[in-house]
């Protein structure tokens, strides 16, 4: 079972790596799966099992499962990606007015201008209200809804059924390499469009409740979410507790994450496996107590049913109310699926192996949710216990004292004083404590070691603080602060204020020693991730190093890690350049990379007082490759689409210096080590690129009147083969003043095209001057400034240019070698759920 449950998340995970989605899998799934269940008849009506057969048997039976569960999870995967997505958006109906009748179906967040929500369609009609068939609009959308006119939104909640007017789009995110794929998680979610609300005076509120199982239980998790906030009005880590409550993570900010993801101890801050886990067992523990007690009556209630029967059905239940609080998130998901294997095993009386539990829970996961496998927290989650069941294989647990050796035990028949030496004495209070110490340290042990290489794998980088921070934060958020906020928020408001007091000042008091933890220089440790066969090496040796006692030389596993942590990132060749061109949407993003130098050109648009394309986009990419360093920065200019990003890179990543054309009393100034302005004639050279600086004038910073956009840095970028031009958002006057100034330096084999190809800029003259072969366009998916404009898109056609926008290919990246190669993202990095 184990085998073909191995090859069934196998192949499920397989099939999230594919560009298009095989044709008829649904027939090809239910033949999967047939023969899977043939292959299991065969091998029990012959009388075979693991154990039988001889070495060779039992290797060919167990190829055979992974093979056919591997085809039955890829054919799963396939049928249940092709269901999920049917419904779409046709690309004629993007933009297009609709009035929408539905119900709110998840938990609305109120952010600075507005809200979002999930909307589960009822009903469709026009712009004119003329009803249209139902299929017209996928059956689930997000919608945002921003303040317009009146300065204010709204107020849903969820199961209210609301007639709006909106408008829509298909699902689409920036796609750049090690960044968040949004697109993947509306797919998950069951989204198939997104949009916004129109500021109409039709857009009202039609029932204040839709009853529905689903309905309720996220009303519930609402009252208990405003509950909270009521009470914690203005705390700082009132998101925490309501995380840990309704499992509702989007009120904590980026810097409290931060700190958390830094010390390790992320995981704790919402409604984990750790915390279901413990209200499951607090729970079966109260029941079975109470149960055993027949409840202090008279009756013999254990005589009717074991109260291990009963504390499996409080235990799961309790679990199931959490997870359903939880608003049935995927991590939530596993825990439950296991404490359901154990439950029926216990009362079915077949309490099987823990791998047998672990390999099941993984392939109901996998069942019913395909995409679980591109999530971190699966791996994590099943491989921590996967590594605990490992490391404390052949480890004894000893329960008794033996019994001394006695003149009366001298006395007794041997079978009796075999009895007596097996029975032994019960260990003391004090025995019982320190040996619960000493497995809980084992098992920390097991798990921070063997996690180094995954951890790796998926972030780049390992906190080095976490055990000391994990060993303070799970028992206290785990069994003080969790409890404390439960029963704050189910209590009546006399009681609730001092418990959900006291759950938010704990908590208080261990963020600020995690801040000052994670502020160690030491704290974490980064290097690039690794390609799989490094990290199938480090895992190896990690299995090595631990292996039971007695295994020869296990220190000897601490080796593999050697190249895995020691890692230095990738650099182009001497007298090389790479360029990527990063896909933050309306906005300017570009990393140049010689042999030993490194420059970001812009950094982003802000798109929310906590999100921009710093944190979303740069960061994660240069920490994923092992960046920890920029030996420049060039801002542009002070637009935000260009400087959004700025704050973020420059507290998150070592910059040398800074280059732009930002007036006084930036922030970003202020934050910079050390600052020029950008002017035409600067130059420098690196490793055998060539860099310059062709505008703005020295003079123009003294004309006040300027626009931002007239004064962004142009730099041009050369090497022996090709050259790049990036022109930030000059316009048509700034390009005519940059014909006779530097018509000689103009010529560019790649041209990063003027604002974004506004109207306004990309004249005939300038792109006739420059002559490249390829442009670039940094813009949003369906952006409200229409850009690039078809004019100016057209133009460049006409010129014989190719053009890459970063909304189609995503990032670009651009290698200038002996010869110019492209990768569009898009294209090299295909799945199957891009642009659908």
């Keep these: 079972m184990r085998s073909m449950v191995i090859g069934f998340v196998t192949g499920a995970a397989l099939l999230q790596m594919q560009a298009e989605l095989p044709r008829f899998a649904g027939f090809a799934c239910i033949c999967a799966l047939a023969l899977c269940m043939l292959w299991r008849y065969a091998q029990h009506a012959s009388g075979a099992d693991e154990g039988s057969g001889g070495k060779g048997g039992r290797a060919l039976r167990i190829t055979a499962m992974l093979i056919s569960g591997g085809i039955a999870g890829f054919f799963w995967a396939a049928f249940l990606a092709g269901q999920a997505l049917a419904p779409t958006l046709a690309r004629a109906d993007e933009g297009r007015d609709f009035i929408l009748t539905g119900t709110i179906d998840n938990l609305p967040y109120r952010f600075e201008r507005g809200m979002r929500f999930n909307l589960a369609v009822e009903q469709v009609a026009d712009a004119n209200d003329r009803a249209l068939p139902a299929e017209t609009i996928p059956p689930r959308v997000v919608l945002s809804w921003y303040a317009g006119r009146s300065g204010s939104v709204g107020e849903v909640r969820p199961g209210e059924r609301w007639r709006l007017k909106g408008r829509l789009q298909r699902p689409h995110g920036n796609a750049n390499p090690y960044g968040?794929?949004?697109?993947?998680?509306?797919?998950?979610?069951?989204?198939?469009?997104?949009?916004?609300?129109?500021?109409?005076?039709?857009?009202?509120?039609?029932?204040?409740?839709?009853?529905?199982?689903?309905?309720?239980?996220?009303?519930?998790?609402?009252?208990?979410?405003?509950?909270?906030?009521?009470?914690?009005?203005?705390?700082?880590?009132?998101?925490?507790?309501?995380?840990?409550?309704?499992?509702?993570?989007?009120?904590?900010?980026?810097?409290?994450?931060?700190?958390?993801?830094?010390?390790?101890?992320?995981?704790?801050?919402?409604?984990?496996?750790?915390?279901?886990?413990?209200?499951?067992?607090?729970?079966?523990?109260?029941?079975?107590?109470?149960?055993?007690?027949?409840?202090?009556?008279?009756?013999?209630?254990?005589?009717?049913?074991?109260?291990?029967?009963?504390?499996?059905?409080?235990?799961?239940?309790?679990?199931?109310?959490?997870?359903?609080?939880?608003?049935?998130?995927?991590?939530?998901?596993?825990?439950?699926?296991?404490?359901?294997?154990?439950?029926?095993?216990?009362?079915?009386?077949?309490?099987?192996?823990?791998?047998?539990?672990?390999?099941?829970?993984?392939?109901?996961?996998?069942?019913?949710?395909?995409?679980?496998?591109?999530?971190?927290?699966?791996?994590?989650?099943?491989?921590?216990?996967?590594?605990?069941?490992?490391?404390?294989?052949?480890?004894?647990?000893?329960?008794?004292?033996?019994?001394?050796?006695?003149?009366?035990?001298?006395?007794?028949?041997?079978?009796?004083?075999?009895?007596?030496?097996?029975?032994?004495?019960?260990?003391?209070?004090?025995?019982?404590?320190?040996?619960?110490?000493?497995?809980?340290?084992?098992?920390?042990?097991?798990?921070?070691?063997?996690?180094?290489?995954?951890?790796?794998?998926?972030?780049?980088?390992?906190?080095?603080?976490?055990?000391?921070?994990?060993?303070?934060?799970?028992?206290?958020?785990?069994?003080?602060?969790?409890?404390?906020?439960?029963l704050g928020s189910f209590l009546p408001d006399p009681l609730a204020g001092p418990l959900l007091l006291a759950a938010h000042e704990t908590i208080h008091m261990l963020a600020a020693g995690l801040r000052w933890l994670s502020g160690l220089e030491f704290s974490v440790w980064t290097a690039p991730m690794p390609p799989w066969w490094l990290f199938a090496w480090a895992l190896a040796g990690t299995l090595w190093l631990l292996a039971p006692r007695g295994w020869p030389t296990r220190w000897l596993g601490l080796a593999s890690w050697l190249p895995l942590l020691a890692a230095e990132p990738v650099h182009p060749q001497d007298g090389e350049l790479q360029v990527t061109a990063f896909d933050v949407g309306q906005g300017m993003a570009l990393l140049l990379e010689t042999s030993g130098h490194r420059l970001l050109y812009d950094t982003g648009p802000a798109y929310a007082p906590d999100a921009d394309g710093g944190n979303r986009v740069i960061v994660p990419y240069l920490r994923a490759r092992g960046i920890g360093q920029l030996d420049g920065l060039v801002i542009s200019h002070s637009d935000t689409d260009h400087v959004g990003g700025a704050l973020t890179v420059m507290q998150n990543v070592r910059v040398r210096w800074l280059l732009s054309s930002l007036p006084d009393g930036h922030a970003a100034l202020d934050a910079a080590r050390q600052h020029r302005r950008c002017a035409a004639g600067q130059s420098w050279q690196w490793d055998g690129v060539h860099f310059e600086v062709l505008h703005p004038a020295a003079a123009s910073y003294a004309d006040d009147k300027l626009k931002t956009n007239a004064r962004s840095c142009v730099l041009r970028v050369s090497t022996r083969s090709a050259s790049l031009l990036l022109a930030g958002d000059i316009e048509a006057e700034q390009e005519t003043e940059l014909l006779p100034r530097a018509e000689d330096k103009l010529r560019a084999d790649v041209l990063l095209a003027p604002h974004h190809g506004s109207g306004t800029s990309s004249t005939p003259a300038f792109l006739a001057a420059v002559q490249p072969s390829i442009a670039i366009f940094q813009v949003g998916y369906r952006n409200r400034y229409r850009h690039p404009k078809p004019e100016v898109y057209a133009r460049y056609a006409a010129n014989g240019i190719r053009r890459l926008r970063s909304d189609e290919s995503g990032a670009i990246t651009l290698r200038f070698t002996d010869r110019m190669e492209v990768e569009e993202y898009r294209k090299s990095h295909a799945r199957y759920w891009y642009g659908r």
């Design 180 to 486: 968040f794929d949004y697109e993947l998680w509306l797919l998950e979610q069951g989204v198939r469009a997104t949009g916004y609300v129109r500021d109409d005076d039709s857009n009202r509120r039609l029932n204040n409740f839709v009853f529905s199982m689903h309905n309720g239980v996220e009303y519930i998790r609402s009252v208990l979410r405003d509950k909270i906030q009521r009470t914690l009005n203005g705390k700082p880590y009132a998101g925490v507790i309501v995380a840990l409550v309704v499992g509702d993570q989007r009120s904590i900010s980026q810097a409290d994450w931060q700190v958390f993801n830094r010390t390790g101890i992320s995981h704790l801050i919402s409604i984990s496996g750790l915390h279901i886990t413990m209200i499951a067992g607090l729970a079966a523990w109260l029941a079975s107590w109470l149960w055993r007690h027949s409840f202090f009556t008279q009756r013999q209630l254990p005589l009717l049913l074991p109260a291990q029967k009963l504390a499996a059905i409080a235990g799961w239940l309790a679990g199931l109310l959490y997870v359903l609080l939880a608003g049935f998130g995927v991590p939530a998901q596993r825990t439950l699926y296991m404490l359901s294997v154990i439950a029926l095993a216990l009362w079915c009386g077949r309490l099987t192996a823990v791998s047998h539990v672990l390999a099941l829970a993984a392939g109901i996961v996998v069942l019913l949710d395909p995409w679980a496998v591109q999530q971190p927290g699966f791996w994590l989650s099943f491989g921590a216990v996967a590594i605990i069941l490992y490391a404390s294989a052949g480890r004894s647990t000893l329960h008794k004292n033996e019994v001394e050796a006695s003149d009366e035990a001298a006395m007794l028949p041997p079978a009796a004083a075999k009895r007596r030496k097996r029975r032994g004495t019960p260990l003391t209070r004090r025995q019982r404590i320190g040996q619960g110490l000493r497995e809980a340290l084992n098992t920390q042990y097991a798990v921070t070691l063997g996690l180094v290489p995954l951890t790796m794998l998926l972030f780049a980088q390992v906190s080095l603080i976490s055990p000391v921070a994990n060993a303070v934060a799970i028992p206290l958020v785990s069994l003080v602060v969790t409890p404390m906020a439960l």
